[in-house]
């Protein structure tokens, strides 16, 4: 992988997708067009077509960029056992910073609104979240005894990506006192005893 | 007011409101041209903008009228005294069901996308928004006695907002164990005793 990577070719793949991402901040996703692109890439737009055949397919890219980085922090909590929760509450002040990172939390407001009009990235996001959910699940299932556990895992998600859109419309959030009562959330979700009516 | 609302210019202005709705529902807020709009309100552009300057003051107006629906609801909270967390909780399943309906959950992700780059949008929605925290922190407030209320007010709005972009992303996400479990948040949100430390 590290090879390919190396190859001129993902190179320009990497320009290109770093002034795509310079574009949508700037323009939005639907205001970016491929020429801005191509300006900001310093490339023609032709050969950006050589690379991506669409803006979509671009965002598409990113968008799996972004998932398989989780993806990868993620892997630490594989063999994290009873720590599992601990982890989690422990990360949340990093990941309430990561997550409700201006660009990111308006590239997936734009696209899961997208989604509910385009069949096609609708497809592609609900993917790749399929996957990532499959992943967290299966470590959340070696680790915590809780029921709805999939419900539980929606309600987190929900949470997190919630406090970006909030951290977007009142900037003025108290972010400390936010990661505090997240915590105990997070407690609430994944630490209660289970099956206290079997 | 509901005599000026019987004025035939106020029947435009709700023609030409309702017309932009199923626009945007169909190509976004990026997408829907003022002609597109104009046509289905079957009105001709000029008479359109007689009545609206831009599509963002039909927004405006639009996002307006939502919150003034909102601020409707929440008036049977003033006086619900120590019922107030009863009521947000039986309330909830409801409030699941608008605040995850997917075309106010898509104008929303789109205007808040649209307030990281335009101005006008940006002060809009915060003034609106600001306006709607103080009265429900003043209805709380009143009502329930807890530490960091304003951060819990923004911790509960982020968790129904993030629910539905969850919804628009997982339509298959289980409503009925996602209501569940809102339900305890809200009762640690709200009922949890304050100044324990103190």
Redo the contacts between chains.
Sequence with gaps: MSEALAKPADARRERILRAAERSFI??????ARMAQIAKEAKMSPGHIYHYFESKEQIIAEMIRAHFDEKLETLERYRHAGDKLVDMMIENLSDSFATDTD?FW??L???I??????NDEIAAS??NM??DM?AKVLSYLRENVDVD?L???L??F???????G??N???PD??KE??V???R??VE??FRRPSKRNA
């Excluded at 899961?112 to 009009?117: D, L, N, Y």
């Excluded at 998600?157 to 919630?162: E, M, N, T, W, Y």
């Design positions: 700037a323009s939005g996703f639907h205001g201006p939390s308006t997936m407001l734009e899961a609104a997208e989604a509910t009009r996001i609900r979240n399929a959910r709805d999939e419900a539980r929606e309600v998600v929900a949470l997190i990506q919630g406090l859109i909030r977007i419309i009142n959030i108290d006192a936010v505090r009562i997240a105990d959330i609430l979700l």
